[in-house]
C-alpha cells in the first residue's frame, strides 16, 4: 500500500510543475498536458516531442502502476525517469535563471522520487537480508 500512495503522490507532484518560456509564457504541467492531449487527435506533428511524449508515457506507466497488487519497482523506476527528464530540466533551469516559481513547483517530485527509491530499495534490502538467513 505504501508504495501505491508514493506513486500517486508521484503522479499528483508531476502535474504542479511550472514552466515559463519567452515573454509572458507559463503553465503548470496538467494545463500544458490538457493542450498536447487535445493536440495528438487534432495535429498529431504539433503535439509530438520528447518533451511532451516522454512525460506523458511517464505518467500512464505511474497509473497503471496503482492497478497492479504490488506495484512494479521497474516500472515505476522508468516511469520516475520518464517524468524526472522534464521536472529534473525544469528545476535546473528555475536554479540557472533564477526563476524560484520553477525550481520550488519542481521540488515536491523531486523529493517524492527520492523516497520512492529508498522505499522500493528498502525492500529490496528486506528481501535480500530474509534470503541469506
Known amino acids: 500500500m505504501k ?27 496538467f494545463s500544458a498536458e490538457m493542450e498536447v492531449i487535445r493536440r495528438l487527435f487534432t495535429d498529431t506533428k504539433s503535439a509530438v516531442h520528447p518533451l511532451t511524449v516522454i512525460p506523458l508515457l511517464g505518467q500512464i506507466l505511474l497509473l497503471l502502476t496503482l492497478f497492479q497488487k504490488e506495484p512494479s519497482k521497474i ?30 513547483a519542481a521540488s515536491p517530485f523531486l523529493i517524492v522520487s527520492i523516497l520512492a527509491i529508498a522505499s522500493y530499495r528498502k525492500v529490496k534490502k528486506a528481501k535480500n537480508a530474509g534470503a541469506i538467513k
Open 3 to 29: 508504495h501505491k500512495l508514493l506513486n500517486a503522490a508521484l503522479i499528483i507532484t508531476s502535474l504542479f510543475g511550472y514552466m515559463e518560456w519567452g515573454k509572458g509564457n507559463s503553465a503548470f504541467i
Open 75 to 104: 516500472i515505476t523506476y522508468i516511469a520516475i525517469g520518464c517524468l524526472g527528464i522534464l521536472l529534473l530540466f525544469l528545476f535546473l533551469i528555475g536554479i540557472g535563471d533564477g526563476n524560484s516559481k520553477m525550481a520550488i
